[in-house]
């Protein structure tokens, strides 16, 4: 499969690596020489300096009838140009991305439709809508839906007092409808087995039923676990914005700091009820005192700067926040980020990326979640017909071992494997596998 990927930037730059990793025929574009620099160094793919929103580039063999064409750079005019030309010079699927809200909210329709864009990419609303799912379920660092959300996904810190800790899972008696699927410890992720069991500060995904899953994770932090009642966001950008909306919507009190007036104003016409944005610096101690920073059940850091965003985020915990989010643009900083003490790090890049993965493996893949900056992933795949995996006991497959098969779906219904599973075509399977070893783990179930 060949892909075509303009614009070298940091999301362009992520996204060629997946696909690269999964050994496809990637092409990159850009003007920037200098980016194009730091691509070919680093990654297995051919590059092109080129205007890629030129028909002089689409009749280069190696952009022309491209299977999928992906345009990110950061100007939405020049994204939908370059994805209406590709279509003409024979790209079969087009992506690309849009960062006006307004394009998102009153156009997306019209631009499929007539500019026959396959999918749009906006980062910043699927960031703002992934901190949303994991702020409304107490005690998650990650959550995430299949299925149509018959199954969830809830990822949870194991604290020293926890009933799941140190107990063989083999011995282990979790709720019905609920498996524990991956450990992450010590940077390191882990698919359990019977005799593996979970420790003190392992990161530990569990999957299931979403009923059992939400009662389940209820309880898994003890008082950790009510409803949320109160939040700051510090940077209305475009993440901050639509994240404060939502939760306002909801019923939570929102404070939103944000140092540039205009932005400033814009955010607090948006807002409704007791929620305010709040015009000043979101770094200054005594303002974040003063508004009641120790009382926030969580703090959200969505400046600009990695940097300035931990240092907000361990701020918030030392005056008294119960929980940080952080956003992170470079996504080697997550671990570290995570390793000193803030709750929950996201990466808007990453985010959009697993929908590229997702839409680009197709042949029955209907998502993918990224997982732990890209050590894992969570796919749901349908079982296509003539698959190896189909009609055939789970325990009889011999699966490798890099995967795990946690859910899936047949007729509506959503079900937990066990050994004798057989798994039949059309069922939503969603599972487990590690880094790198998808394509293989795919070759299953197509």
């Known amino acids: ?138 005690a998650a660092l990650d ?56 420790k003190q500060h392992d990161n530990a995904y569990f999957i299931g039923l979403s009923d059992a899953i939400e009662k389940f994770s209820a309880n898994f932090a003890g008082s950790d676990a009510k409803k949320l009642a109160r939040v700051m966001i510090i940077g209305a950008g475009r993440i901050g914005r639509t994240l404060a909306v939502k939760l306002t919507e909801a019923g939570v009190n929102v404070k939103i700091f944000e140092k540039d007036r205009a932005r400033c104003e814009d955010m607090a016409q948006l807002l409704t009820g007791d929620s305010i944005a709040i015009y000043g610096d979101g770094t200054n101690v005594d303002l974040l005192a003063q508004e009641g920073i120790a009382s926030a059940d969580v703090v959200v ?38 390793t000193v003490g803030v709750d929950v790090v996201i990466s808007a890049r990453l985010l959009s990326a697993s929908e590229v993965l997702a839409f680009v493996r197709r042949g029955g893949v209907v998502s993918v979640s990224i997982l732990e900056g890209a050590r894992a992933e969570a796919v749901e795949v349908i079982v296509q017909s003539g698959a190896k995996v189909a009609g055939k006991k789970l325990m009889d497959v011999k699966l490798p071992k890099s995967c795990l098969v946690c859910a899936y779906v047949r007729k509506g219904r959503a079900a937990i494997p066990n050994g004798h599973t057989v798994l039949e075509p059309g069922d939503r399977t969603i599972l487990f596998c590690l880094r790198g070893t998808a394509k293989e783990v795919m070759s299953w179930f197509n």
Request: glycine share 6%; with cysteine.
């Open 301 to 338: 850091c969505l400046t600009e700067d990695d940097k300035l965003n931990l240092m907000m985020a361990l701020l918030a915990k030392h005056m008294g926040a119960k929980k940080t989010v952080v956003r992170v643009y470079r996504t080697e900083y997550a671990d570290l980020i995570e």
């Open 143 to 198: 959550v995430d839906e299949f299925a149509g959300g018959k199954i969830r996904l809830f990822e949870a810190k194991i604290r020293r007092d926890s009933p799941v800790a140190d107990i063989p899972l083999k011995k282990l008696t979790l709720p019905k409808g609920v498996l524990a699927g991956l450990i992450f410890r010590q940077r390191q992720m882990i698919i359990p087995h019977g005799d593996d069991m979970l």
């Open 1 to 138: 499969m060949r892909v075509v990927i303009v614009g070298a930037g940091k999301l362009g730059y992520t996204i060629a690596e997946l696909l690269s990793g999964e050994q496809m025929e990637v092409v990159v574009i850009d003007r920037d020489e200098d980016q194009l620099t730091a691509v070919k160094n680093s990654l297995d793919v051919l590059t092109i300096v080129a205007n890629g929103a030129s028909p002089i580039t689409m009749d280069d063999p190696d952009v022309g009838g491209a299977d999928v064409f992906i345009a990110v750079t950061d100007i939405d005019e020049v994204n939908m140009v370059a994805c209406i030309l590709a279509k003409k010079h024979g790209a079969r699927h087009t992506i690309a991305r849009i960062r006006d809200m307004q394009f998102i909210s009153e156009a997306k329709d019209y631009l499929k439709k007539n500019f026959d864009i396959d999918l749009m990419l906006n980062p910043e609303v699927i960031a703002a809508q992934e901190i949303y799912r994991i702020l409304m379920t107490p």
